[in-house]
């Protein structure tokens, strides 16, 4: 496949690309509508299997940006019996420079949030129990399980920074509320950060 029918068939909903860099990576640019699946050599393949299954997915492409992680990938995935219907291993840059979107999330430091807080809307997506630490004041908590049903409560006209614990689970929710349009940001260093810098809580009741 070239990489405009890839992309066709991933708007289309007939092709599910699997995005295999780091996670760091990927929320600093991906294709819309790809998924985020790290490649690790213990137990990846079983693990993406199990997941493919659940979601019932017409075609599997896999998303890199060099051929060796390319080639590793696939071939954990056809040890598993998952067909890879297509490879793209040029990374954004390329994807780009085919003409095609690419999604990337900005980072924030908590410094920078706390200067300009009058100007986001945060969203902290740790569980409940985490909350009891402390929010940054005005927060929407909205446990990252929820996002997507929440989505509807959220304005898409607004600013969006997105925090957990320490900027692991925001990546993966500011990359799902990029790949949809609002404009966010991620919270380096995440509430952990926030705290250690001294800048001010709530205490949710």
């Known amino acids: 496949m070239t990489v405009q029918e890839i ?12 995005d295999v860099r780091p996670q760091r990576a990927y929320v600093q640019g991906h294709v819309p509508q790809s998924v ?8 990846w393949g079983p693990a993406v299997r199990r997941w493919l299954e659940l979601q019932q997915v017409p075609a599997v492409a896999v998303f890199a ?11 954990a995935l056809a040890a598993e019996g998952v067909a890879v219907r297509a490879v793209f291993d040029q990374g954004p840059e390329g994807w780009q420079a085919a003409g095609l979107p690419v999604v990337a999330v900005p980072d924030i430091t908590v410094d ?5 807080l009058d100007t986001w809307t ?11 630490s402390g929010v940054v004041p005005d927060a929407v908590l909205i446990p990252l399980g929820q996002l997507p049903e929440r989505l509807a409560t959220l304005d898409p006209t607004r600013r969006y920074a997105v925090i957990c614990a320490t900027g692991n689970r925001s990546q993966s929710a500011a ?3 990029a790949d949809r349009g609002y404009q966010v940001a991620n919270v380096l260093g995440g509430m952990s950060l926030w705290l250690g810098a001294g800048h001010p809580v709530q205490r949710p009741s």
């Open 7 to 18: 992309w066709q068939a991933v708007s289309q909903g007939d092709l599910l690309l699997l």
């Open 36 to 43: 985020s699946a790290p490649y690790a050599r213990a137990g």
């Open 65 to 75: 940006d060099n051929r060796i992680l390319a080639d590793a990938a696939v071939k």
């Open 112 to 116: 920078e949030l706390r200067r300009t």
């Open 122 to 132: 945060v969203i902290d997506v740790r569980e409940p129990y985490e909350w009891r």
């Open 175 to 177: 990359a799902f509320l």
